[in-house]
C-alpha cells in the first residue's frame, strides 16, 4: 500500500510557475507508474501527466504539454510536477496517484492551485 501527500500549491498570477511535489510512504512506490490530475469545480478529473516507475518515460495531456514537466526520485519517494506559465484555466485542486495493475488505486488527498489574471 501506498500513501500520498500533495504540497506546493497555492495562489499566484497568470504567467507564474509552481512546482507541485507528492511524498509516498510505502516500500513499493518505485514499481509504481504516476500520474498527476487535476479536478477544476464542476468539471470531471483530468489526467495530466503520467511517469513510468523508473521515470524513463512520461506522457501529458494536450492541455499542458510543453507547460508542464512530470519527474520523480525514487530515492527520496518523491514526484513532482513543473508548471510553468500557468493560465487562470489551470486553477483546480491537484492530486498525484499511484497506477496498480488495478489501475490509480492510491490518491493524495490534493492540493489547490489557484491561478488569477
Known amino acids: 500500500q501506498v500513501q500520498l501527500v500533495e504540497s506546493g500549491g497555492g495562489l499566484v498570477q497568470s504567467g507564474d510557475s509552481l512546482r507541485l511535489s507528492c511524498a509516498a510512504s510505502?516500500?513499493?512506490?518505485?514499481?509504481?507508474?504516476m500520474g498527476w490530475f487535476r479536478q477544476a469545480p464542476g468539471k470531471e478529473r483530468e489526467l495530466l501527466a503520467t511517469?513510468?516507475?523508473?521515470?524513463?518515460?512520461?506522457g501529458y495531456a494536450d492541455s499542458v504539454k510543453g507547460r508542464f514537466t512530470i519527474s520523480r526520485d525514487n530515492a527520496k519517494n518523491l514526484v513532482y510536477l513543473q508548471m510553468n506559465n500557468l493560465e487562470p484555466e489551470d486553477t483546480a485542486v491537484y492530486y498525484c496517484?499511484?497506477?496498480?495493475?488495478?489501475?490509480?488505486?492510491?490518491w493524495g488527498q490534493g492540493t489547490q492551485v489557484t491561478v488569477s489574471s
Open positions: 511517469i513510468s516507475w523508473s521515470g524513463d518515460s512520461t
Open positions: 496517484a499511484a497506477h496498480t495493475p488495478y489501475g490509480y488505486r492510491y
Open positions: 510505502g516500500r513499493t512506490f518505485s514499481s509504481y507508474g
